[in-house]
């Protein structure tokens, strides 16, 4: 299988995470390849030990909200790239998200990132991060169509998610910093790094397979 690559340097992420322009630019954010490229590692990692520890899989009744009947036949970066031509979320968004996702494993120990729950929790983040970050927002309906959900699919995940996260949804300047120098770190190896679109991981597991007070206030104004 062919596979395109796009290489990425450290300063080019960072420069992308803290001076993208909505009007000038109209690329994909390049925090999209390395997020795409960090839960592919990851949904790898757990499908081995999966393979080799019963007690590895997913046990937390409460997380199975996010599991899908049947895997999404899309890879972790279009869905990504979908989720930023439709809501042209900003790079912060997608790094306030990855916030709320490690946050999320860390409150959930029993929960893990695999191909049948990681595009609900994708739009779900995404969607909230947005709430906290961006001052104008779609509806949940909105974003529902977009993550190719209904409408109360998605406000009953929004709600499971916060409460899961005990509604921890601030992100301080010291932590954000912190988690946009390990995506940099992440492409520091070998003074750049190779993300792979065709996401060769995410294709192995499918075919192996066959400001918390204002973020409450918005979601009795933008629910439906």
Not at 4 to 30: G, V
Not at 42 to 67: G, H, P, Q, Y
Not at 147 to 175: A, I, Q, R, Y
Not at 210 to 215: D, M, P, Q, S, T
């Amino acid at each position: 299988m062919a596979t395109a690559s796009l290489t990425i340097s450290p300063r080019k992420l960072r420069s992308d995470l803290y001076s993208y322009s909505y009007k000038n630019d109209s690329n994909t954010p390049l925090v999209i390849s390395v997020l795409a490229s960090l839960i592919e590692r990851t949904m790898a990692r757990n499908e081995r030990i999966a393979k080799n520890c019963i007690w590895a899989l997913s046990k937390d009744i409460r997380t199975r909200v996010f599991n899908c009947y049947e895997t999404p036949d899309m890879t972790i970066q279009s869905y990504l790239e979908r989720i930023f031509r439709y809501t042209r979320a900003g790079p912060s968004v997608y790094v306030v998200a990855y916030v709320y996702i490690d946050r999320f494993c860390q409150a959930n120990p029993g929960f893990r990132i695999n191909a049948r729950n990681v595009h609900r929790l994708l739009i779900t983040t995404i969607m909230v991060a947005s709430k906290y970050v961006e001052d104008m927002n779609y509806r949940n309906s909105y974003f529902a169509r977009v993550g190719g959900l209904t409408t109360d699919e998605l406000n009953k995940l929004e709600l499971e998610f916060l409460f899961l996260m005990g509604f921890k949804m601030h992100v301080n300047l010291s932590v954000f910093e912190s988690y946009c120098c390990h995506l940099e770190r992440e492409v520091s190896i070998g003074g750049g790094y190779h993300i792979e679109k065709t996401l060769r991981c995410a294709e192995e597991i499918r075919s192996g397979q066959n400001e918390e007070k204002r973020y409450i206030n918005q979601i009795t104004r933008i629910m439906l």
